[in-house]
């Protein structure tokens, strides 16, 4: 079982910056990536960001260039550091770990969500 907990969303105008922050506990020790997805009003969720226990980092295309993703050694926290918003990255921001265990395979878990806005 693992626990998630966003912080960081909020209103912002356009060009603006944002940190998303994800704060993991539980059986952190099973986690082998955490990243970020969001959903906007009537379209499906959608990965924006993600990171492995090694390092090795994924990106939507939308999100190339603009958005940094990183983890603490321990996969303690997960951070998304969100450059040059637009309004098309309005949504809601989850954050998502992935676990993966011998006796029951790989899950997802989420968190609650927090919002972003960017204002045009």
């Known amino acids: 079982q693992v626990h998630l907990v966003e912080s960081g969303g909020g209103l912002v105008q356009r060009g603006g910056s944002l940190t998303l922050s994800c704060a993991s506990s539980?059986?952190?020790?099973?986690?082998?990536?955490m990243g970020w997805y969001r959903q906007a009003p009537g379209k499906q969720r959608e990965l924006v960001a993600a990171?492995?226990?090694?390092?090795?980092?994924d990106y939507a295309d939308s999100a190339k260039g603009r958005f940094t993703v990183s983890r603490d050694n321990l996969m303690n926290t997960v951070t998304l550091q969100m450059n040059g918003l637009e309004p098309e990255d309005t949504a809601v921001y989850y954050c998502?770990?992935?676990?993966?265990?011998?006796?029951?395979?790989?899950?997802?878990?989420w968190g609650q969500g927090t919002q972003v806005t960017v204002s045009s």
């Open positions: 539980g059986n952190r020790a099973s986690i082998i990536v």
């Open positions: 990171v492995t226990t090694g390092g090795t980092t």
């Open positions: 998502n770990a992935k676990t993966s265990m011998s006796t029951t395979g790989i899950h997802d878990f």
